[in-house]
Protein backbone atom coordinates (compact mmCIF):
# COMPACT_ATOMS: atom_id res chain seq x y z
CA UNK A 1 0.00 0.00 0.00
CA UNK A 2 1.71 3.19 -1.24
CA UNK A 3 0.31 6.11 0.79
CA UNK A 4 3.35 8.36 0.91
CA UNK A 5 2.49 12.05 0.45
CA UNK A 6 -1.19 11.85 1.58
CA UNK A 7 -2.44 14.44 3.89
CA UNK A 8 -4.78 13.95 6.36
CA UNK A 9 -6.49 15.33 9.27
CA UNK A 10 -6.68 13.42 12.39
CA UNK A 11 -9.37 13.75 14.93
CA UNK A 12 -9.25 12.91 18.39
CA UNK A 13 -12.34 11.28 19.90
CA UNK A 14 -11.01 11.03 24.02
CA UNK A 15 -12.99 13.75 25.28
CA UNK A 16 -16.12 12.27 23.78
CA UNK A 17 -16.15 8.60 22.76
CA UNK A 18 -13.87 8.04 25.59
CA UNK A 19 -16.67 9.06 27.80
CA UNK A 20 -18.46 6.17 27.29
CA UNK A 21 -15.37 3.91 28.80
CA UNK A 22 -15.41 6.51 31.81
CA UNK A 23 -19.27 5.98 31.99
CA UNK A 24 -19.13 9.68 31.37
CA UNK A 25 -17.16 10.64 34.69
CA UNK A 26 -14.33 12.78 33.55
CA UNK A 27 -13.77 16.02 35.31
CA UNK A 28 -13.77 19.65 33.29
CA UNK A 29 -10.13 19.86 34.69
CA UNK A 30 -9.48 16.36 33.71
CA UNK A 31 -10.26 17.38 30.06
CA UNK A 32 -8.67 20.74 30.37
CA UNK A 33 -5.40 18.99 30.65
CA UNK A 34 -5.39 16.55 28.42
CA UNK A 35 -6.78 19.15 25.32
CA UNK A 36 -4.10 21.17 26.48
CA UNK A 37 -1.38 18.41 25.79
CA UNK A 38 -3.29 17.66 22.71
CA UNK A 39 -3.07 21.27 21.19
CA UNK A 40 0.73 20.99 22.46
CA UNK A 41 1.25 18.28 20.19
CA UNK A 42 -0.21 19.94 17.60
CA UNK A 43 -3.97 17.99 16.91
CA UNK A 44 -5.88 19.14 15.03
CA UNK A 45 -9.21 18.97 16.16
CA UNK A 46 -10.75 17.06 19.45
CA UNK A 47 -14.49 16.19 20.13
CA UNK A 48 -15.84 16.92 23.82
CA UNK A 49 -19.67 16.27 24.95
CA UNK A 50 -21.05 13.38 26.62
CA UNK A 51 -20.35 10.47 25.17
CA UNK A 52 -23.83 10.29 23.31
CA UNK A 53 -23.44 13.86 22.31
CA UNK A 54 -25.12 17.17 23.15
CA UNK A 55 -27.92 16.45 25.81
CA UNK A 56 -26.76 12.72 25.91
CA UNK A 57 -27.14 13.42 30.00
CA UNK A 58 -29.92 10.88 30.59
CA UNK A 59 -31.41 7.83 32.55
CA UNK A 60 -30.79 5.98 29.30
CA UNK A 61 -27.22 7.25 28.53
CA UNK A 62 -26.04 8.30 31.82
CA UNK A 63 -25.02 11.38 33.71
CA UNK A 64 -21.77 13.00 33.06
CA UNK A 65 -19.63 14.52 35.53
CA UNK A 66 -20.15 18.12 34.62
CA UNK A 67 -22.34 19.65 31.88
CA UNK A 68 -21.44 19.70 28.26
CA UNK A 69 -21.57 23.68 28.42
CA UNK A 70 -19.07 23.49 31.03
CA UNK A 71 -16.90 20.97 29.75
CA UNK A 72 -17.19 23.45 26.16
CA UNK A 73 -16.63 26.41 27.70
CA UNK A 74 -13.65 25.24 29.32
CA UNK A 75 -11.39 23.20 26.84
CA UNK A 76 -11.97 25.66 23.90
CA UNK A 77 -10.63 28.30 26.17
CA UNK A 78 -8.40 26.58 26.79
CA UNK A 79 -7.09 25.36 23.59
CA UNK A 80 -4.70 27.65 21.26
CA UNK A 81 -4.56 25.58 17.76
CA UNK A 82 -6.78 22.37 18.35
CA UNK A 83 -10.18 22.55 16.70
CA UNK A 84 -12.98 21.62 18.73
CA UNK A 85 -16.00 19.90 17.66
CA UNK A 86 -19.22 18.44 19.12
CA UNK A 87 -21.15 15.55 18.16
CA UNK A 88 -25.05 15.77 18.18
CA UNK A 89 -27.50 13.17 17.61
CA UNK A 90 -30.81 14.50 16.59
CA UNK A 91 -33.52 13.78 19.40
CA UNK A 92 -30.64 13.71 22.03
CA UNK A 93 -29.27 16.83 21.01
CA UNK A 94 -31.52 20.29 20.18
CA UNK A 95 -31.29 23.00 17.89
CA UNK A 96 -30.74 24.75 21.21
CA UNK A 97 -27.80 22.69 22.07
CA UNK A 98 -25.91 23.58 18.93
CA UNK A 99 -26.59 27.32 19.55
CA UNK A 100 -24.98 27.02 23.36
CA UNK A 101 -21.74 24.65 21.68
CA UNK A 102 -20.97 27.58 19.31
CA UNK A 103 -21.24 30.27 21.52
CA UNK A 104 -18.50 27.75 23.70
CA UNK A 105 -16.32 28.55 20.06
CA UNK A 106 -16.37 25.26 18.50
CA UNK A 107 -15.64 25.10 15.01
CA UNK A 108 -17.25 21.85 14.21
CA UNK A 109 -20.74 20.20 14.27
CA UNK A 110 -21.04 16.58 13.61
CA UNK A 111 -24.35 15.66 13.39
CA UNK A 112 -24.86 11.45 13.77
CA UNK A 113 -27.49 8.98 12.57
CA UNK A 114 -28.48 5.44 12.20
CA UNK A 115 -26.68 5.06 8.81
CA UNK A 116 -30.42 4.29 7.28
CA UNK A 117 -31.73 7.36 9.04
CA UNK A 118 -29.80 10.56 7.24
CA UNK A 119 -33.39 12.25 6.91
CA UNK A 120 -33.15 12.95 10.51
CA UNK A 121 -30.34 15.19 10.50
CA UNK A 122 -31.80 17.61 7.90
CA UNK A 123 -32.78 19.95 10.11
CA UNK A 124 -29.43 20.12 11.87
CA UNK A 125 -26.99 20.02 9.05
CA UNK A 126 -29.21 22.83 6.93
CA UNK A 127 -28.91 25.18 9.75
CA UNK A 128 -24.86 24.30 10.82
CA UNK A 129 -24.16 24.57 7.24
CA UNK A 130 -26.01 28.14 6.97
CA UNK A 131 -23.60 29.28 9.52
CA UNK A 132 -20.62 30.88 8.52
CA UNK A 133 -17.03 28.90 8.56
CA UNK A 134 -18.56 26.34 10.50
CA UNK A 135 -17.51 22.95 9.94
CA UNK A 136 -20.58 20.95 9.49
CA UNK A 137 -20.28 16.98 9.37
CA UNK A 138 -22.86 14.30 8.85
CA UNK A 139 -21.85 10.76 10.72
CA UNK A 140 -23.32 7.76 9.72
CA UNK A 141 -23.26 4.96 12.39
CA UNK A 142 -23.10 1.22 12.45
CA UNK A 143 -22.27 1.67 9.01
CA UNK A 144 -21.41 -2.06 8.64
CA UNK A 145 -25.23 -3.04 8.61
CA UNK A 146 -25.91 -0.66 5.31
CA UNK A 147 -24.39 -1.70 2.04
CA UNK A 148 -21.81 0.58 0.47
CA UNK A 149 -24.81 1.43 -2.45
CA UNK A 150 -27.65 2.14 0.30
CA UNK A 151 -24.58 4.25 2.58
CA UNK A 152 -24.07 6.35 -0.86
CA UNK A 153 -27.21 7.19 -0.93
CA UNK A 154 -28.24 7.92 3.01
CA UNK A 155 -24.90 10.30 2.68
CA UNK A 156 -25.81 12.16 -0.37
CA UNK A 157 -28.82 13.44 1.58
CA UNK A 158 -26.42 14.43 4.18
CA UNK A 159 -24.12 16.35 1.57
CA UNK A 160 -27.24 17.58 0.09
CA UNK A 161 -28.20 19.53 3.32
CA UNK A 162 -25.05 20.94 3.27
CA UNK A 163 -22.90 18.82 5.00
CA UNK A 164 -19.09 19.75 3.60
CA UNK A 165 -17.95 16.52 5.18
CA UNK A 166 -19.68 12.38 5.98
CA UNK A 167 -18.16 10.07 8.15
CA UNK A 168 -18.73 6.13 7.38
CA UNK A 169 -18.76 4.83 10.85
CA UNK A 170 -17.92 1.30 12.55
CA UNK A 171 -19.59 1.97 15.52
CA UNK A 172 -19.40 -1.66 16.35
CA UNK A 173 -15.85 -2.19 14.95
CA UNK A 174 -17.52 -5.31 13.22
CA UNK A 175 -15.70 -4.03 9.66
CA UNK A 176 -12.54 -5.73 7.88
CA UNK A 177 -10.45 -3.30 5.61
CA UNK A 178 -12.42 -4.92 2.81
CA UNK A 179 -15.60 -3.24 4.25
CA UNK A 180 -14.09 0.02 4.94
CA UNK A 181 -12.90 -0.10 1.40
CA UNK A 182 -15.78 -0.55 -0.62
CA UNK A 183 -17.58 1.98 1.09
CA UNK A 184 -15.12 4.52 1.02
CA UNK A 185 -14.13 3.88 -2.40
CA UNK A 186 -17.98 4.32 -3.37
CA UNK A 187 -18.75 7.47 -1.68
CA UNK A 188 -15.32 8.51 -3.04
CA UNK A 189 -16.54 7.57 -6.31
CA UNK A 190 -20.07 9.42 -5.98
CA UNK A 191 -20.21 12.15 -4.02
CA UNK A 192 -18.46 15.86 -4.84
CA UNK A 193 -15.23 16.14 -5.15
CA UNK A 194 -15.26 18.99 -2.74
CA UNK A 195 -16.88 16.86 -0.12
CA UNK A 196 -14.68 15.76 2.54
CA UNK A 197 -14.72 12.00 3.57
CA UNK A 198 -13.94 10.61 7.09
CA UNK A 199 -13.51 7.34 8.58
CA UNK A 200 -14.52 6.54 12.05
CA UNK A 201 -13.17 3.01 13.88
CA UNK A 202 -13.60 1.00 16.76
CA UNK A 203 -10.80 -1.36 17.42
CA UNK A 204 -12.91 -4.15 19.09
CA UNK A 205 -11.17 -6.90 16.02
CA UNK A 206 -7.91 -5.13 16.27
CA UNK A 207 -8.61 -3.56 12.92
CA UNK A 208 -8.56 0.27 13.55
CA UNK A 209 -5.00 0.58 12.21
CA UNK A 210 -5.58 -1.48 9.27
CA UNK A 211 -9.48 0.22 8.50
CA UNK A 212 -7.97 3.87 8.85
CA UNK A 213 -5.28 3.11 6.32
CA UNK A 214 -7.70 1.07 3.90
CA UNK A 215 -9.90 3.77 4.72
CA UNK A 216 -6.97 6.87 3.58
CA UNK A 217 -6.35 4.46 0.64
CA UNK A 218 -9.54 4.76 -0.68
CA UNK A 219 -10.09 8.57 -0.23
CA UNK A 220 -10.85 9.17 3.20
CA UNK A 221 -8.93 12.82 4.30
CA UNK A 222 -10.35 12.85 8.22
CA UNK A 223 -9.66 9.64 10.50
CA UNK A 224 -10.99 9.63 14.27
CA UNK A 225 -8.61 8.01 16.75
CA UNK A 226 -8.28 8.26 20.40
CA UNK A 227 -5.07 8.22 22.55
CA UNK A 228 -4.63 5.21 24.22
CA UNK A 229 -7.59 4.31 22.41
CA UNK A 230 -10.16 5.99 24.98
CA UNK A 231 -13.22 4.94 23.62
CA UNK A 232 -16.47 2.64 23.40
CA UNK A 233 -16.20 -1.30 23.38
CA UNK A 234 -12.23 -2.02 22.88
CA UNK A 235 -11.57 1.74 22.37
CA UNK A 236 -11.15 3.91 18.63
CA UNK A 237 -8.40 3.28 16.87
CA UNK A 238 -5.49 4.03 18.94
CA UNK A 239 -4.33 7.29 17.43
CA UNK A 240 -0.43 7.37 18.92
CA UNK A 241 -0.23 3.76 16.93
CA UNK A 242 -1.82 5.18 13.65
CA UNK A 243 0.50 8.53 13.92
CA UNK A 244 3.26 6.30 14.14
CA UNK A 245 2.30 4.26 11.17
CA UNK A 246 1.55 7.07 9.29
CA UNK A 247 5.20 8.54 9.76
CA UNK A 248 6.51 5.15 8.44
CA UNK A 249 4.44 5.55 5.34
CA UNK A 250 4.80 9.04 4.61
CA UNK A 251 1.05 10.40 5.59
CA UNK A 252 1.52 13.62 6.64
CA UNK A 253 -0.73 14.60 9.89
CA UNK A 254 1.09 17.92 11.19
CA UNK A 255 1.08 15.65 14.19
CA UNK A 256 4.11 15.44 16.91
CA UNK A 257 4.08 11.98 17.54
CA UNK A 258 6.18 12.02 20.59
CA UNK A 259 4.36 14.45 22.11
CA UNK A 260 1.27 12.57 21.32
CA UNK A 261 2.73 9.46 22.89
CA UNK A 262 3.32 11.44 26.18
CA UNK A 263 -0.36 12.78 25.82
CA UNK A 264 -1.58 8.78 25.99
CA UNK A 265 1.19 7.39 28.43
CA UNK A 266 1.23 9.88 31.43
CA UNK A 267 -2.45 11.82 30.89
CA UNK A 268 -5.56 9.30 29.56
CA UNK A 269 -3.86 5.78 30.81
CA UNK A 270 -3.93 6.90 34.21
CA UNK A 271 -7.65 7.61 34.20
CA UNK A 272 -8.81 4.41 33.29
CA UNK A 273 -11.38 2.86 34.90
CA UNK A 274 -10.47 -0.54 33.15
CA UNK A 275 -7.53 -1.08 30.83
CA UNK A 276 -9.58 -0.09 27.52
CA UNK A 277 -8.57 -3.73 25.02
CA UNK A 278 -9.65 -5.99 22.92
CA UNK A 279 -11.24 -8.75 25.53
CA UNK A 280 -13.40 -11.29 25.20
CA UNK A 281 -16.72 -8.95 26.16
CA UNK A 282 -15.01 -6.23 23.34
CA UNK A 283 -14.38 -9.19 21.16
CA UNK A 284 -17.83 -10.05 21.06
CA UNK A 285 -19.05 -6.61 20.01
CA UNK A 286 -16.66 -6.85 16.65
CA UNK A 287 -17.86 -10.53 16.75
CA UNK A 288 -21.98 -9.82 16.44
CA UNK A 289 -21.82 -6.37 15.06
CA UNK A 290 -23.38 -4.75 18.04
CA UNK A 291 -22.97 -0.49 18.90
CA UNK A 292 -19.62 -0.25 21.12
CA UNK A 293 -21.28 1.80 23.56
CA UNK A 294 -23.66 -1.20 24.90
CA UNK A 295 -20.85 -3.04 26.58
CA UNK A 296 -20.71 -1.25 29.82
CA UNK A 297 -24.52 -1.85 30.35
CA UNK A 298 -23.89 -5.48 29.16
CA UNK A 299 -21.52 -5.73 31.36
CA UNK A 300 -23.80 -4.44 34.79
CA UNK A 301 -26.66 -6.32 33.48
CA UNK A 302 -24.59 -9.77 33.48
CA UNK A 303 -23.28 -8.80 36.95
CA UNK A 304 -27.10 -8.00 38.25
CA UNK A 305 -28.12 -11.21 36.96
CA UNK A 306 -25.74 -13.32 37.06
CA UNK A 307 -25.30 -14.10 33.24
CA UNK A 308 -22.56 -13.96 30.89
CA UNK A 309 -21.87 -10.18 29.17
CA UNK A 310 -20.72 -12.40 26.34
CA UNK A 311 -24.09 -14.35 26.09
CA UNK A 312 -26.26 -10.56 26.13
CA UNK A 313 -24.07 -9.12 23.22
CA UNK A 314 -24.37 -12.10 20.92
CA UNK A 315 -28.01 -11.79 21.32
CA UNK A 316 -27.89 -8.01 20.85
CA UNK A 317 -26.32 -8.31 17.51
CA UNK A 318 -28.63 -11.41 16.57
CA UNK A 319 -31.73 -9.04 17.32
CA UNK A 320 -30.09 -6.53 15.67
CA UNK A 321 -30.06 -4.02 17.98
CA UNK A 322 -28.95 -0.35 17.37
CA UNK A 323 -27.91 3.40 19.29
CA UNK A 324 -30.60 4.36 21.18
CA UNK A 325 -31.95 1.28 22.51
CA UNK A 326 -30.03 0.81 25.71
CA UNK A 327 -32.72 0.17 27.39
CA UNK A 328 -32.98 -2.75 25.62
CA UNK A 329 -30.12 -4.36 27.28
CA UNK A 330 -31.74 -4.64 30.79
CA UNK A 331 -35.24 -5.66 29.48
CA UNK A 332 -33.48 -8.92 27.21
CA UNK A 333 -30.97 -9.64 30.39
CA UNK A 334 -34.30 -10.12 32.33
CA UNK A 335 -35.58 -12.54 29.89
CA UNK A 336 -32.46 -14.49 29.92
CA UNK A 337 -32.25 -14.57 33.43
CA UNK A 338 -36.34 -15.95 33.83
CA UNK A 339 -35.24 -18.30 31.20
CA UNK A 340 -32.60 -19.76 32.52
CA UNK A 341 -33.81 -20.19 36.26
C1 LIG B 1 -23.00 8.13 19.98
C2 LIG B 1 -21.93 7.18 19.48
O1 LIG B 1 -21.06 6.86 20.54
C3 LIG B 1 -21.23 7.75 18.28
C4 LIG B 1 -20.02 6.98 17.92
O2 LIG B 1 -18.92 7.32 18.27
C5 LIG B 1 -20.17 5.73 17.17
O3 LIG B 1 -21.27 5.42 16.67
O4 LIG B 1 -19.16 5.01 17.06
MN1 LIG C 1 -17.48 5.69 18.32
Known amino acids: MDLSGKKITVHDM ?102 TEADVSEQHLTMASKIDGLDTVGFLMMAHMASPEQLVEQLKLMEGYGANCVYITDSAGYMLPDDVTARIALAREQLDPATEIGFHGHHNLGM ?88 LFAKRSAEKYGLSARDILVELGRRGTVGGQEDMIEDLALDMARNHA
Not at 98 to 109: K, N, R, V, Y
Open 14 to 115: SLRDGMHAKRHQISVEEMVTIAEGMDEAGIPMIEVTHGDGLGGASVNYGFPAASDEDYLRAVCGAVKRTKVSALLLPGIGTVDHLEMALDCGISTIRVATHC
Open 208 to 295: GIANSLAAVEAGATRIDGSLAGLGAGAGNTPLEVFLAVCERMGVETGVDLFRAMDVAEDLIVPLMEHMVRVDRDSLTLGFAGVYSSFL
